[in-house]
Structure formats: structure tokens, C-alpha cells
């Protein structure tokens, strides 16, 4: 009978072994270091007892006068123990403390006598037993001279080995400690307008850096009315949120000394400036030394970050108007910027621009703002929930209480179909919100004949603008007309060349007759933002993007990428050297429907039909959405007669003729071939023309139309 296998359980080993993380490790170490120290500083001065005593005299005897800075080099060491973020210490580190240790003690040695270098070794003096095998082992070699310039040299590189530190950096940290200490104001810190006095940790002197803090008599918010519409009431105030948020921006001295502390480690010497918090990162500022190189500092942005434990940090060199950088660092908590806290600002109340339009709060806490007339177009790009939509939702916002709707008339593009809704139906609409891209070029091809008209009108009265226009016609005042398009990847889509034409048009003239674009995509790329749409509109907001190409696709320069998102935007145009950074304002649309509501009950609006009945050449047909049809009728004609003129048909032929794309040149073949006027494909050989003037075609539709 076979003996059965009896089944173990296995049972879990239990590890009796104490294991301490690395960090509790170096404290202990640091901490062991600390007290040994102590006892050697006691026993200097002979109040350590006989076992301190008898410790010290043992130092004296193995290493001579260096006993005396061995205290203050524990010390360092345990320094730099309780700091692992900020040093990170390697077996070379310790190395090199025991090299100092030693090759000072040669030091100490090489002046003494031969002869009386071992007496002077056993009593304790010079560099003790230590000192004196170091010192003889070079003095067999070399002269006194000699072997004090090869141990100084050693010396140095010890010091290096064991801080980890360059010597240029070493140098400049010994020369700041003899000089003369110069009188430094208070670190003063800019706080938002608006936002309440709040206790920021580290301030010494807390101001305020905005404008808006300062008294000074204001006008009230008053509606920009024409004369033919002198009732019109504008929303109240009241229907916009009051709630806001504080920005926390941490401990500002700390982060400031660290800022400085880490730049002096890596040789760039600098002097701390003033400190403005913004809503959602807080700038501190700077003033390099003579001879440091910008690229320097903003070589050393991930390095700060590391030191600053930040997810990402800006620096700004130099700062636009200013002889100084900026450092941008992201606040613990970030504030909530509302419409309403700035609509109250001095600032927006003493403008009189009627499509003025509040963009947020910048960096420094003041209030930011921009005048689309003067813009005169407005490009807004980002990543999907940075903040286009909410951003767009502000400046129409802003436009409807400072309008009125016979001075302002506007043509919402909503291709997303549930955005722009909530503006259904206000007076100021010219059209109902328009979701068909179809409609869409249809408006703008109104837009550019409006332009046209408007502008032969200021010719025949002599008048360069709609503002000097609307000076001498008052009864007859144009009104300014907006055109917002929520997404345009999709009109690009369907008919890029048509719609990048319209739209340039647009933009290279109708600033003169009070015709503004404000475009928004979430497509970031040079389909969508075209050169000639960029070379057009140089006033462009980015929100978050995903990478430096999609920045520098919106802004020609890069920095957006490292945007916090939550309305966080970069600001370019024209009369702007550089992108500047905006906390955008947060508008919800429990704020937005009040206002709406408020409206669409003070009166009905009044649509202009022939807006949405322009011709369009996009789609129809019978043949499908992806046939030629209706759209391409305006170049049929065209295409027709340069097959027949030049005897061939080719889609590379109808490319350069007509100036389309390749899609819609073989689309063109197809319904010439359908119509008749060329044969099917034959490979790779251009089609046969079958016709040798338009008459023949025009003939077979007659008779075709007959049977």
C-alpha cells in the first residue's frame, strides 16, 4: 500500500529582520552626527567629562588641529542628511569628507621641521599621526612649496567631491558671506483687485500692485446707446454672481529664497523682486547680476520646478517693459475670477470703446482687457475644457451689456449645437444661432457684402470708418456686427478654399466698416488655422494644448503647453511683444440665462432674411453628400472650357487652372464625364475629350430634355 503524501501548508516566513525606509535611516544617521558633534564642541572647551576629553585628545593625537573642524563638519554632513530632496549623498560624498579631513591635516603638517615633525605629531599638534604620514609621503618627492600647492589642490577638489558642488558656485557662496550686506527692501506682494487682503505665509509687506486699488472718481456703467434708441435699459448688475474665491500662493519668502538659493547653486546670481499673486499662479521676480545670460536662467526651469516641488513652472525672460524675469509658479489653490468683480473695476468703468471686453485677470492681479475694434479680429484655439466655450460665453457677456441692439448686431455660428443656444432669440441677433455649416457661409458671404456696401458708403460721404460714419449720421447709424464661429474645423472641413477666403476677406477689410470675427477650434493645426487666416488676425487667445507645435501653430511661439488649463490662456496681438499670461473669468451659465432671459422679455429680435440666403456651393445634388452637384456649378463652366481649350483632361490640369484642391478637381471629372465632355479614366493617361465646343453639350441636354 502506497504510503499517501501527507500535504503541507505552507506557511508565511515572518521577517524578524527590522527594515527602516532610506529616509528614516538618514535622519538617524544625522541625528547621531548632530550629538557627536556637540560632544566634541564640549569637549574643546573641556566640558564634556573624561569620556569626551579622552575623545577629543585621541582626535588631537590621530589628526592634529583638524580636530577642531571636525565638529563643524559633522555638522554639514548631518545638514545635508536632513535634506535628501535637496542633496542627495553617494559614497563619493563621504569620500570626500574624509579626504578634507586628511589632506588638511597634511596641511597643518608640511610646514613643521622633519626633525621635530613626529614630536610634534605624538603631542597633538600640527596634523597629528596623519599629518604626518601625509605630509612625509610628499616631502620625499617634492619640496615644502611644492607639496603645499599639490595638497591645497586636493583640498579643493575634496570639498567639491563632498558638497557636490561646482566650484565657481562654491566661490560665489564664500564671497557673498564677506560682503557688505546691502539695505533690501520688503518683499512686496501684489494682490489681486477685488479679492480680500488675505495672510500670505512668508510676507513681509503685503501691497497692492493693481491698478484698480487706487481712489479715484469713476464713471458709472452706462449703456452705449444711439440716438434712434434711447430707452433701451441694459441687465442689471445683479443677475452676474458675487461668489469668489482666494488665491493661496504658499509661503512666498520660502519659495523666494529658494528661487535664489537654487539659481546661486548653479552660478547665476540674481536679487529677489517684488511678488505679484494672480488668481492662478504667482510671479516672483527678479534681477539677473551683470554679465548673466537669460538662456542661463531659462535653461534651469526644470531645476527650479525640482526645487520648488511644482508640476510645472513659467519663466518669463525677461518680463515685457521691465528689467527683470519672472518666475511663474502655480498657486495651491486657485481663485475664481467673475465677470462681475471686474465689471465693478475702475478700470473697465472708464472705457468707452463699445466692443471693449474683459479677458481676466493677468499674472500681477490687474484687470485685463481688449478692444475688439481696434483687435479688429479675434483668433481662440485650445484643447477641449481649457476654456473656449466659457471664454466665449464672457465676451458675448460683456458685448450685450455694453450694447445695445441697434448699435450691436451678431451672428452666432454654433456647429456643436449646444454652446451658443442659451442666445437664441435676443434683439441683438441678426439670425437665429446658425448649427448648419451650409448656412454658416451664407452669413459670411452676406458679411462680405455688407462689407462692400458699407464701405462705398463712407466713400460717397467722405468718411474713412463706421465710427466717423456714425458722427455725422446719427439717424442712420450702422450698428457693428460680430460674427462668433464656436468651432471652425468643421466649415474647413467641408469647404476649406471658400471659407478661408471669405474669412480672409473679412479680415483684411472690414475692421473699417465695423465687421469683427471671433473664430474658436479645438483643432489646433494647420488645416483649420491656415497661414493666410494667421497672417490676418494677429489677435489670438490659446488655452492648454497638448504640445509646443500646437502653441507655436497658434501663437508663433511656444508656452501655451504649459498652461494649467481652467480658463489659464496666453494673450498675443499686434501691439503685444510677447504672449501674456490671463486667468480667464469663469461665467456659468446660471449666470449667462439671467441676462438672456432678461433680453429676449425687453424686446423680440428682428432677423434679417437675406443673411442665410446667399448662394452656397457646399453638397446637394442627387448623386450624395460626396458628389460634386450644386456645389462645384460656379466652376463647371470653367473646368469645361479648359479641357476642351487645351484638348486634355486631367485632375492635375484642373488643379492649376482652376487653383482647387485634388478632391474637388476629380469631382469636377466625374461630372464632366457624366455630362459627356470627356471619356472614362484610361489609367494613367489623361481622359479623351469627346466635344470640341460647349455648343455640342448644350445641343445633347436638348435633346435629352426632348426624349
Known amino acids: 500500500m502506497a504510503r499517501r503524501k501527507s500535504k503541507k501548508k505552507s506557511v508565511p516566513s515572518l521577517s524578524l529582520k527590522p527594515q527602516l525606509s532610506e529616509g528614516v535611516a538618514r535622519e538617524i544617521i544625522a541625528i547621531l552626527l548632530v550629538a557627536i558633534a556637540i560632544i566634541l564642541l564640549f569637549a574643546t572647551f573641556n566640558f564634556g567629562g573624561v569620556l569626551a576629553t579622552s575623545l577629543f585628545e585621541g582626535l588631537r593625537w590621530l589628526i592634529g588641529y583638524s580636530a577642531f573642524l571636525l565638529a563643524p563638519v559633522l555638522l554639514l554632513l548631518a545638514f545635508m542628511l536632513f535634506q535628501p530632496a535637496k542633496y542627495e549623498l553617494h559614497f563619493y560624498n563621504y569620500l570626500g569628507f574624509i579626504g578634507f579631513i586628511v589632506i588638511l591635516s597634511g596641511l597643518f603638517h608640511i610646514g613643521i621641521p622633519q626633525a621635530q615633525a613626529p614630536t610634534f605629531a605624538s603631542d597633538g599638534d600640527g596634523g597629528g599621526m596623519v599629518g604626518l604620514g601625509v605630509s612625509s609621503a610628499f616631502l620625499t618627492v617634492l619640496n615644502v612649496p611644492a607639496s603645499t600647492i599639490v595638497l591645497t589642490a586636493l583640498l579643493i577638489i575634496a570639498v567639491v567631491i563632498a558638497t557636490n558642488t561646482r566650484l565657481s558656485a562654491l566661490i560665489a557662496k564664500i564671497m557673498s558671506l564677506f560682503k557688505r550686506p546691502e539695505p533690501q527692501e520688503e518683499i512686496t506682494i501684489n494682490q489681486p483687485a477685488g479679492v480680500p487682503t488675505l495672510e500670505i505665509k512668508g510676507a513681509l509687506n503685503v501691497g497692492s500692485g493693481s491698478k484698480g486699488s487706487k481712489k479715484e472718481k469713476v464713471k458709472e456703467l452706462v449703456a452705449l446707446t444711439s440716438v434712434d434708441d434711447p430707452d433701451w435699459v441694459p441687465p442689471s448688475l445683479d443677475l452676474l454672481s ?28 540674481v536679487a529677489m523682486g517684488e511678488v505679484n499673486v494672480g488668481p492662478t499662479v504667482t510671479q516672483y521676480t527678479m534681477k539677473p547680476a551683470s554679465g548673466v545670460k537669460l538662456t542661463k536662467i531659462t535653461g534651469l ?23 527683470a524675469v519672472g518666475v511663474e509658479l502655480p498657486n495651491p489653490s486657485i481663485a475664481t475670477v467673475r465677470l462681475r468683480q471686474l465689471m465693478d473695476t475702475p ?5 468707452t470703446s463699445p466692443l471693449n471686453i474683459i479677458l481676466g485677470q493677468d499674472v500681477a492681479g490687474a484687470t485685463a482687457m481688449a478692444d475688439l475694434a481696434t483687435m479688429p479680429h479675434l483668433l481662440i484655439a485650445g484643447a477641449t475644457g481649457a476654456g473656449k466655450s466659457v471664454m466665449i ?16 448686431k451678431l451672428i452666432l455660428v454654433d456647429p456643436k449645437r449646444v454652446e451658443l443656444n442659451l442666445y437664441n432669440d435676443i434683439p441683438h441677433l441678426l439670425t437665429p444661432v446658425i448649427v448648419e455649416p451650409e448656412k454658416t457661409i451664407s452669413a459670411l458671404k452676406w458679411a462680405v457684402a455688407e462689407m462692400e456696401r458699407r464701405l462705398k458708403t463712407f466713400a460717397e460721404v467722405g468718411k474713412r470708418n463706421i465710427a466717423e460714419y456714425n458722427s455725422i449720421k446719427q439717424e442712420e447709424s450702422m450698428p457693428y456686427i460680430v460674427i462668433v464661429i464656436d468651432e471652425m474645423a468643421d466649415l474647413m472641413m467641408l469647404a476649406g478654399a471658400e471659407v478661408e477666403a471669405l474669412i480672409v476677406r473679412l479680415a483684411q477689410l472690414a475692421r473699417a466698416a465695423g465687421i469683427h470675427l471671433v473664430l474658436a477650434t479645438q483643432r489646433p493645426s494647420v488645416n483649420v488655422i491656415t497661414g493666410l487666416i494667421k497672417a490676418n488676425i494677429p489677435a489670438r487667445i490659446a488655452f492648454r494644448v497638448a504640445s509646443n507645435v500646437d502653441s507655436r501653430t497658434i501663437l508663433d511661439a511656444g508656452g ?18 510677447k504672449p501674456r499670461r490671463i486667468q480667464g473669468i469663469f461665467t456659468e451659465e446660471k449666470e449667462t440665462k439671467p441676462v438672456t432671459d432678461y433680453l429676449r422679455q425687453a424686446r423680440q429680435p428682428l432677423y434679417n432674411e437675406e443673411v ?52 474637388r ?41 426632348e426624349g
Open 301 to 323: 526651469e526644470h531645476n527650479l520646478a525640482l526645487a520648488l516641488a511644482a508640476p510645472a513652472i513659467r519663466v518669463e525672460a525677461p518680463i515685457p517693459g521691465k528689467g
Open 242 to 269: 458675487k461668489s469668489s474665491s482666494n488665491p493661496d500662493a504658499g509661503n512666498v519668502k520660502e519659495n523666494a529664497a529658494i528661487i535664489q538659493n537654487t539659481l546661486a547653486s548653479f552660478g547665476v546670481d
Open 612 to 663: 442665410l440666403a446667399q448662394p452656397v456651393n457646399v453638397g446637394g445634388g442627387h448623386h450624395g453628400a460626396g458628389d460634386l452637384g450644386d456645389a462645384d456649378d460656379d466652376l463647371f463652366q470653367d473646368a469645361a472650357e479648359t479641357v476642351i481649350r487645351t484638348g486634355k483632361a486631367s485632375a492635375s490640369l484642373l488643379q492649376r487652372r482652376l487653383r482647387v484642391g485634388y478632391a
Open 393 to 408: 460665453n464672457t465676451l458675448l457677456t460683456t458685448l450685450l451689456y455694453r450694447n445695445s441692439p441697434a448699435q450691436l
Open 665 to 705: 478637381a476629380a469631382r469636377l471629372l466625374d461630372l464632366l464625364e457624366e455630362r459627356g465632355i470627356v471619356g472614362p479614366a484610361d489609367g494613367a493617361r489623361p481622359r479623351q475629350v469627346l466635344v470640341s465646343s460647349l455648343s455640342e453639350t448644350e445641343g445633347s441636354d436638348d435633346d435629352e430634355s
Open 347 to 351: 478700470e473697465y468703468k472708464s472705457t
Open 560 to 577: 501655451a503647453e504649459k498652461l494649467l488649463g481652467r480658463g489659464d490662456m496666453m494673450f498675443s496681438s499686434a501691439d503685444t511683444p
